[in-house]
């Protein structure tokens, strides 16, 4: 036993657990309540446990500071104890070497280009939403959800966006959690979308493409210089794009629609003033937060949240409770509104990884929002409404609406 706080009731379960299915926001409100720092008890972890941080201003104090908080020892509760030879993801790394991987990546998302892709989304959106039935009951996740940001991963990397069903299987197997599989069919499917995704860079090295990779294979750092990535290197960005931008924003889009669906008076004021479209995103990033938690891992002894920290002990970032939290968001934090402004949301995370891909998600869930407001004068809860469990992605696998 430690000295430090714990509260097995609140901070249980970690990991994947039915608990995520199904509305675990009460029990985020209790844990913010209880302390803002409390410690997760795990023989199992080769730290003994982990650091839970449910309110705001201490996500936001980690996340910030890289140096008392790394990245480097894994970003998921279940990487607690595991060494790496070498960084799986750019989220697994610190500046400096974060910050040359960063720069790489973040040139295919500055402004101009994300701004260039607003037609393509438009068209995909609008077939998809097109093929919507008006009066049945509809898989949102399938028909809108899932393929609209895998389509336009394809389309940014250069790869068949037809190919849209095997890359979401490919990108399921990458998340524990998010799909039933069992670990044979994972280690299966991520070989071979490894393979793909490798292919397809050896293939770029020799035939130029308007497209990503190619941009990858010719970055330039800050000082205008060639930052000549290795395969490796741009495999692990590649690879963390199929991951990271689409899980993420699929889930952006199907929950925040059974949000919606649940209630009546929100889709009536998007229709009155789509205007308002732009602040709903921000408030469905708040209400859905896809990405559940991210870990960090102390560098030395600190203080946090009236806590001790010890170096090496790591520390769970709930965003999910941190979006909740009456003291950034007001008494009325619980309350899903589609006018909230200000809306500090911590969706994207925030500090040296803050989601590289932030714009091009909100691009996509402004056009949703845009399409089906304007085309559909109600939308409800039609049948099942099947979530994840899962305490990485706050996923929905299938979601029965009826658009009228
Ligand atoms: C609703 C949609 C999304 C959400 C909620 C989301 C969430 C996040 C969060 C919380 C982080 C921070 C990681 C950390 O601090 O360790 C992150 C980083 C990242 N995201 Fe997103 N993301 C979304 C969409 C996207 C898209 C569309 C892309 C690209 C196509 C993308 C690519 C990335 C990458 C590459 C990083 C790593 C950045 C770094 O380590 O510097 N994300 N995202």
């Known amino acids: 036993m430690s000295d430090r706080p714990t509260a097995p009731e609140l901070t249980g379960p970690i990991f994947d657990d039915p608990f995520y299915a199904g509305d675990p926001f009460p029990h985020y409100a209790r844990l913010r309540a209880a302390a803002p720092l409390v410690w997760h008890e795990d023989p199992a972890?080769?730290?003994?446990?982990?650091?839970?941080?449910?309110?705001?201003?201490?996500?936001?104090?980690?996340?910030?500071?890289?140096?008392?908080?790394?990245?480097?020892?894994?970003?998921?509760a279940f990487e607690v104890g595991v060494e790496y030879p070498t960084p799986p993801t750019?989220?697994?790394?610190?500046?400096?070497?974060?910050?040359?991987?960063?720069?790489?990546t973040a040139t295919g998302f500055r402004p101009s280009r994300i701004r260039a892709l607003e037609p393509g989304v438009r068209e995909r959106v609008d077939r998809l939403v097109g093929a919507l039935p008006a009066g049945g009951s509809t898989d949102i996740v399938h028909g809108l959800a899932a393929?609209?940001?895998?389509?336009?991963?394809?389309?940014?990397?250069?790869?068949?966006?037809?190919?849209?069903?095997?890359?979401?299987?490919?990108?399921?197997?990458?998340?524990?959690?998010?799909?039933?599989?069992t670990n044979e069919r994972r280690a299966q499917l991520m070989a071979d979308s490894e393979r793909m995704q490798r292919e397809h860079i050896a293939r770029r090295r020799t035939e130029r493409g308007e497209d990503y990779v190619t941009d990858l294979i010719e970055a330039v750092g800050n000082d205008g210089e060639p930052l000549g990535l290795t395969d490796d290197e741009i495999f692990v960005i590649v690879n963390q794009l199929f991951?990271?931008?689409?899980?993420?924003?699929?889930?952006?889009?199907?929950?925040?629609?059974?949000?919606l669906a649940e209630r009546a008076d929100q889709w009536a004021l998007l229709r009155d003033d789509p205007s308002l479209i732009p602040t709903a995103v921000e408030e469905l990033l708040r209400w859905t937060t896809p990405v559940v938690a991210f870990m960090r891992t102390?560098?030395?002894?600190?203080?946090?949240?009236?806590?001790?920290?010890?170096a090496g002990d790591p520390v769970l970032l709930l965003y999910a409770s941190a979006n909740r939290d009456e003291a950034e968001f007001g008494p009325d934090a619980d309350r899903l509104d589609v006018t909230r402004r200000p809306n500090h949301h911590v969706a994207f995370g925030f500090g040296p990884h803050v989601c590289v891909g932030a714009a091009l998600a909100r691009l996509e869930g402004r056009v949703v929002l845009e399409a089906l407001t304007g085309?559909?004068?109600?939308?409800?809860?039609?049948?099942?409404?099947?979530?994840?469990?899962?305490g990485i992605i706050a996923g929905v696998h299938r979601a029965e609406l009826r658009f009228g």
């Open 45 to 76: 972890m080769a730290t003994g446990g982990i650091w839970v941080a449910s309110r705001y201003a201490d996500v936001m104090a980690v996340s910030r500071d890289p140096d008392r908080f790394s990245s480097a020892k894994g970003i998921l």
């Open 90 to 104: 750019m989220m697994h790394m610190d500046p400096p070497e974060h910050t040359r991987l960063r720069q790489a």
């Open 147 to 181: 393929p609209l940001p895998l389509m336009m991963i394809c389309s940014l990397l250069g790869l068949p966006e037809d190919d849209w069903p095997t890359f979401l299987e490919f990108s399921d197997a990458a998340i524990p959690g998010a799909a039933p599989l």
């Open 243 to 259: 991951i990271a931008g689409n899980e993420t924003t699929r889930n952006l889009i199907s929950g925040g629609m059974v949000a």
């Open 298 to 310: 102390a560098t030395g002894d600190t203080d946090l949240g009236g806590e001790r920290i010890h």
């Open 375 to 390: 085309r559909f004068a109600t939308v409800e809860v039609a049948g099942t409404v099947d979530r994840t469990p899962s």
